[in-house]
């Protein structure tokens, strides 16, 4: 299952987030993060789900 998290937080970033911890802070930093640069909310992203 966390495989495919990743392929969705590569695709569409507060997606794989959301997948994984849900509407927490983490969640609306990434949408802010993958506002500002894709590459950040990917990045971020990718951290979150391989922390939890």
């Known amino acids: 299952m ?3 998290k990743i392929i969705f937080a590569v695709l569409l970033p507060p997606l794989g987030v959301f997948m994984e911890v849900g509407l927490t802070g983490a969640f609306w930093l990434n949408i802010l993060l993958t506002i500002l640069g894709y590459i950040p909310g990917i990045i971020h992203a990718v951290w979150v789900i ?3």
């Open 2 to 4: 966390d495989i495919l």
């Open 50 to 52: 391989a922390k939890n």
